[in-house]
């Protein structure tokens, strides 16, 4: 798998553009990208128009919202992902999930929706000039009193701020709760469904977003460039952090003893952030009063519906920072990328526009492909192979200087696994630089003692190994190896 691996990440790619023939079905534009990279891989094509099914509406698109999963997904990070989205090149090539528009036709089988009606949902490969949605998934009746461009922003940030603070955080009228980075896509729809609940909100965010957060309800606005909230008089019954700038340990500190801790967002990465921040939760969340966790949206009709009543009802009205066309996706994905949106990034799509295509590159760039893939089996070799050689190094030591008792080489290699486990463990939990010390030092020691065929230290490393797979086989390893040491298993001489 490996080898096979290995060749894959230095074959080039191959990424033709589409060609209408004629006699060929109608056609119509879409944001397309077949290899990850930086927004230079995007490209403005002709694609099939869609046609729904029995149980489909097909809408015509009028505008989309950018979200940060935009463009994880355009850049195929955090790597880890990759099982999913598709280890080298994307297995959906299309980009985009919130949409606004009319629908222009149903399946035989729809009965919710008609030609004409204004909605508004989530399905991927929004980036187009039409897309099919089944009518029992995301997609809902367009409020009258909202615009396109707003209704096109509600569907992941909405719901993510919508399910955060009913589901996870159980907000309840009257209570405390901090939104951190209100002044985001997520922030800006946080702070007004918990005041559509009755709670009293704090919102923390930059100097310049101040006023905006406080016109759209906040009861309390902090700047973190002058204040810390972590470090303030004041605790909260329900913090739901989109940014994740503050150690969890620092959070507990703003948290009353009962309080929740909902993570939304967190520092971003290449390989596996945000889930060590996410786990640092769930590990501390055992040991603390308060509950830590963190949250994924789920795409559903009734939560849409449940916006779009606030939304008529004027209790909810979606904040959009900056408008771009179809043809310049690109722009507006570096500017989502920089971290400073106000509330949200709209891409609208005038009806018969000729949009030029976005210019593009598709030649991998230095974040993607074979780079990024050669790194990934650095880390495979480090943390699997090298072990391994050096299991079998000192199983050949142990054997010269034991002649005629059984091979050691599980024995080494779990010793060395549990050793990486530990320091792995360590630094997921962001203890500090010292207890990571330590830890190495303190596995370091167990698998010297263990190379010496000590029991303990076996007992030790087999459970600090923190693998119950482990547990099982060593157990049964472990009687073997010991009975052959007894001094019933030592012939006399």
């Not at 959070?251 to 009962?258: C, D, G, H, S």
């Not at 290449?270 to 060590?276: G, L, Q």
């Not at 090298?386 to 079998?392: C, D, S, T, Y």
Request: one cysteine or more; a positive charge; charged letters at 20%.
């Amino acid at each position: 798998m490996i080898a096979a691996f290995c060749v894959a990440a230095l074959l080039p790619d191959a990424a033709p553009a589409q060609t209408p023939s004629p006699g060929q079905a109608p056609r119509r534009k879409a944001i397309v990208y077949r290899s990850y990279g930086s927004p230079d891989v995007l490209r403005l094509e002709e694609i099939e128009k869609p046609v729904p099914d029995d149980n489909q509406v097909l809408v015509r698109v009028r505008a989309v919202s950018l979200n940060p999963l935009d463009w994880h997904y355009m850049r195929g990070t955090p790597y880890f992902a990759r099982a999913e989205m598709g280890l080298r090149n994307p297995k959906v090539t299309r980009l985009g999930v919130d949409f606004a528009g009319t629908v222009e036709s149903v399946g035989r089988s729809v009965t919710r929706f008609k030609p004409g009606d204004d909605v508004f949902g989530g399905r991927t490969g929004a980036l187009a000039e039409y897309v099919t949605v089944r009518e029992d998934r995301a997609i809902a009746l367009k409020p009258a009193n909202v615009t396109f461009e707003q209704a096109a922003a509600v569907p992941i940030a909405a719901i993510t701020a919508l399910q955060g603070l009913r589901d996870k955080g159980n907000l309840q009228p009257g209570q405390k709760v901090l939104i951190n980075g209100a002044s985001g896509g997520v922030g800006t729809f946080a702070v007004q469904i918990a005041k559509s609940f009755g709670a009293d909100v704090t919102g923390v965010c930059s100097t310049r977003n101040v006023e905006m957060v406080r016109s759209i309800g906040a009861d309390r606005v902090i700047d973190y460039t002058r204040e810390d909230f972590t470090q303030g008089e004041q605790r909260y019954d329900l913090i739901l952090d989109n940014v994740g700038n503050r150690s969890l340990r620092e959070t507990l500190r703003a948290l009353n003893p009962r309080g929740k801790y909902v993570m939304v967002g967190g520092p971003t990465g290449r390989w596996i952030a945000p889930m060590p921040r996410a786990f640092r939760a769930l590990v501390l969340s055992r040991f603390v009063t308060q509950d830590m966790s963190m949250m994924l949206a789920e795409l559903n009709q009734n939560d849409l519906n449940v916006l779009r009543d606030l939304m008529q009802a004027g209790k909810v009205k979606p904040v959009v920072d900056r408008r771009y066309r179809l043809s310049d996706v690109s722009e507006a994905l570096r500017y989502l990328e920089q971290g400073h949106a106000r509330g949200k990034v709209v891409v609208t799509l005038e009806p018969g526009s000729d949009a030029t295509p976005v210019r593009a590159s598709l030649p991998a760039n230095p974040e993607s492909a074979a780079g990024s893939d050669l790194v990934v089996l650095a880390l495979v070799a480090l943390a699997v192979l090298l072990p391994i050689v050096a299991a079998l190094a000192l199983n050949r030591r142990f054997q010269r200087r034991n002649r005629g008792k059984r091979p050691y080489r599980w024995g080494y290699y779990v010793a060395i696994q549990s050793f990486i486990a530990g320091l792995g463990l360590a630094a997921l939990v962001e203890p500090g630089a010292g207890v990571v010390i330590v830890c190495g030092v303190v596995y370091a020691v167990l698998a010297w003692f263990f190379a010496l065929r000590h029991h303990w230290a076996w007992i030790a490393l087999t459970i600090l190994s923190l693998n119950p797979v482990a547990w099982i086989i060593n157990f049964i390893y472990l009687r073997k190896r010991w009975a052959e040491d007894s001094p019933a298993a030592t012939p006399t001489l």
